[in-house]
DNA sequence: CGAAAGGCTCTTTTT
DNA sequence: GAGCCTTTCG
């Protein structure tokens, strides 16, 4: 098969311009992942370049998948020395292998999200700084910034320039020391410390410039500074450097994503070459024309011209809702009609939103209906607690000096060992600067602590040790059944609330556990528990399963289906309220709008609803600006703008009205409600079909109601409130 | 030590 | 609403 064949201009341009740097700009759907593929391809089959000195970082594990299945489709072959997957992952294996020169043990643990929140509030205690006046999540974000700008506790006390910074520097050096003790490295810790690895020690950094002769970028609006050192530095003996990438589809900037990447990247290449890919191949015209009005209202961009052969299509829907649950009905109800009367199935359609609480409401209408979904994202799998209590076992065993590990389990399930003893250890640990579970067996040696406690944590030792010394043994499955057997944790979460739920969960990770079963145990738990620290959500996407996609936005990037929904299309939801003060970041809402809009082959449903109850608080939000930006001749709806929405009955296909009070108010009128007792009406907000209308009640306060369900009864007073 | 209750805050996106 | 934290009581 040609590689060139099938290609237009400009991508054959691509994938040809295999020598220096080149900077693909690609559109969205304008086959860049075809490209990556191909290039690749010619390289070893054309140019004769041996896959093991190709290196190609994507954005995920999926995406790296997906390239790696369409190469080998290309080659007729597998492709097995090719390097490649995400920056953390590729670096993970950089630092197994050769971290003994930065003093990094190969068993490292990766501590995820929560065990740093866990780590800083550690520190946050040793320091006797109080949570809440220094937010743990808020120093969390400032280290994660530091370290993606490769700054070292010891470089940033020279930036301390407020009282803030000086606390962040205090807990990030301790935060440091905690990680290094325990042998554990946080998400940005696996980039920065290759980097510092590469710095430090020229004679590992040639290895892998003079193996690595083609490096390639997906994604590349998406990198942050780390990243980008990373890979000059990879790439620095050849600078066949091939970075993909489209500035409007740049949606990680609050992961420290430095859109400058680009910029840089002109200026420390000048040789590069620049190929834009504006064909689409994915959407309809109309689609197209209303991602591009959508995006171009932002200023701060080059303009591109996106194109496309494919037919006009249908029109965009806007559609108004009253609330939430109407918007997921409407939802629902579409994607049954698209089903039964345009030939789509579940699986080709994804209904995105901001913010993976908008779920909710999506899930219990899709349950009610029984239309099958999945959804990406929520509580993710490896994030449920009973999954991580168990790979917190195993990571314990794995690494005992596990500073997180152990406390989270050393009472789960319940053995006596509370929080005064945990406390009383950490500070002998904390004293000494030894781990954790170092000065829980001196303390039993020690035989410092009252006999109870010592007897109680003796036995916790033992049987730590006993598991540590059959993980040699036993293949992972089996160790893992043993730790459910052995320490109780299997019947401790059998007995529990939605205890066969979560059962079911440990079964899915013993199920994941066993394709490590054929590899020598200290390998297999080493390699498990790296997996198990790298997977992301939409790594786990099955395509194969029919059933409605739920998702968010963020987590779209890269997929396509033919039908998109958008619910939310609100201001203070998309875009989402913490945008509002910053023009930088609106910008990044409208990205993520036109990510969203631009996933869809063949027809997009905007939603808006009028009320929507989120967290708790119902609120009545205006329809999303970025609605106002679509030229009128794309939307097939009309009027909604107006706020003469339209009937219910037109956009459900059936009529469907709410329950209308008969009772008729106005603000001054005194109403009677059945709990609250009588109150004064203090504004009527008119929505469709009902009404939300505001009461002081003398004894209750201030109540908002929705006239159609509150029991209230319109009273005659003539005279005011008490004072 | 542990269970239960109450209060509090925080609600974005995730490798 | 939920999850986290603190307080209180047995």
């Avoid at 059998?494 to 066993?514: D, F, P, S, T, Y």
């Amino acid at each position: 098969m040609d590689i060139l064949a099938t290609l237009n201009p400009a991508q054959r341009q691509a994938v040809e311009t295999v020598e220096g740097p080149l900077l693909i700009l690609a559109g969205p759907g304008s086959g860049k992942t075809r490209v990556i593929a191909h290039r690749i391809a010619y390289l070893i089959k054309v140019c004769g370049v041996s896959p093991s000195h190709i290196m190609a970082v994507t954005f995920t594990n999926k995406a790296a998948r997906a390239m790696t299945e369409r190469l080998e489709q290309l080659l007729g072959q597998a492709v097995e020395a090719l390097t490649s997957g995400t920056f953390h992952a590729i670096c993970a294996r950089v630092l197994r292998r050769e971290g003994k020169a930065a003093g990094l043990d190969s068993s490292f643990v990766i501590y995820d999200d929560e065990d740093q929140l866990n780590v800083i509030k550690q520190t946050l205690q040793e320091l006797n700084l109080d949570p809440k006046q220094y937010a743990p999540r808020a120093l969390q974000s400032a280290i994660s910034a530091a370290k993606s700008r490769l700054i070292s506790p010891k470089d940033y006390v020279r930036g301390v320039d407020s009282y803030f910074e000086e606390i962040v520097h205090r807990v990030y050096q301790r935060y440091q020391q905690l990680l290094s003790q325990g042998q554990a490295v946080d998400f940005d810790d696996l980039l920065m410390k290759a980097v510092q690895l590469f710095q430090d020690h020229p004679e590992v950094l040639s290895k892998y410039q003079s193996r690595y002769v083609h490096v390639l970028v997906d994604e590349f609006q998406d990198t942050n500074i780390v990243q980008y050192s990373l890979m000059k530095q990879l790439a620095g003996k050849y600078h066949n450097i091939c970075v993909v990438g489209d500035p409007d589809q740049s949606i990680y900037s609050w992961r420290f994503a430095d859109l400058r990447n680009i910029l840089s990247f002109e200026k420390d290449y000048p040789d590069v070459k620049v190929v834009l890919l504006e064909q689409n191949y994915r959407s309809t015209k109309t689609i197209l024309e209303t991602a591009s009005d959508i995006i171009s209202a932002n200023t701060r961009r080059k303009p591109k011209n996106l194109w496309t052969e494919n037919e006009t299509g249908s029109k965009v829907s806007i559609i108004e809702s009253y609330n939430e649950e109407e918007e997921a009905q409407f939802v629902v109800n579409k994607i049954e009609g698209l089903i039964s009367q345009e030939q789509m199935s579940l699986r080709d359609c994804a209904v995105m939103y901001r913010v993976n609480a908008q779920s909710r409401a999506l899930e219990e209408s899709f349950i009610r209906y029984g239309v099958p979904y999945k959804l990406v994202g929520g509580t993710r799998f490896y994030q449920r607690r009973e999954v991580k209590d168990v790979i917190a076992y195993l990571r314990l065993i794995h690494n005992p000096q596990d500073n997180v590990s152990l406390p989270r389990i050393i009472n789960i399930p319940k053995r006596g060992i509370g929080q005064t003893t945990l406390s009383q250890l950490q500070t002998w640990a904390r004293t000494y600067d030894i781990p954790l579970y170092d000065a829980l067996k001196q303390a039993v040696e020690g035989n410092v602590l009252s006999p109870r406690v010592t007897q109680t944590l003796a036995g916790f030792t033992v049987l730590v040790d006993r598991l540590i010394s059959q993980s040699h043994a036993l293949p992972l499955s089996g160790l893992l059944d043993e730790i459910l057997e052995h320490t109780g944790y299997g019947k401790y979460i059998l007995e529990g609330e939605q205890g066969e739920e979560r059962w079911e969960n440990i079964m899915e990770l013993k199920n994941v556990a066993r394709e490590y079963d054929g590899l020598n145990p200290e390998e297999a738990l080493a390699d498990f528990l790296e997996k198990v620290s790298l997977v992301a959500d939409v790594d786990e996407l099955e395509e194969k399963a029919d059933a409605v996609t739920l998702i968010t936005l963020h987590q779209s990037k890269g997929l396509e289906f033919p039908v998109v929904f958008i619910a939310g299309l609100e201001e203070g939801i998309l875009p989402h309220r913490r945008s509002f003060g910053d023009p930088g970041e609106m910008e990044e809402e409208r990205r993520l709008c036109y990510v969203g809009v631009t996933r869809a082959q063949k027809q997009v449903y905007l939603l808006r609803s009028y009320r929507r109850n989120l967290f708790g608080a119902g609120s009545a939000n205006p329809p999303s600006r970025f609605l106002q930006d679509i030229s009128p001749h794309l939307i097939s709806t009309k009027g909604l703008w107006e706020e003469k929405a339209a009937p219910l009955a037109e956009v459900y296909g059936q009529p469907l009205t709410y329950p209308l009070s008969t009772l008729e108010l106005k603000v001054g009128d005194y109403v009677r409600h059945s709990k609250f007792g009588d109150g004064i009406v203090t504004n009527c907000l008119a929505g469709r079909g009902d009404h939300e209308i505001t009461v002081a009640f003398e004894e209750a306060g201030v109540k908002k109601l929705l006239l159609s369900l509150a029991p209230l009864e319109k009273i005659e007073r003539d005279y005011d409130f008490p004072p």
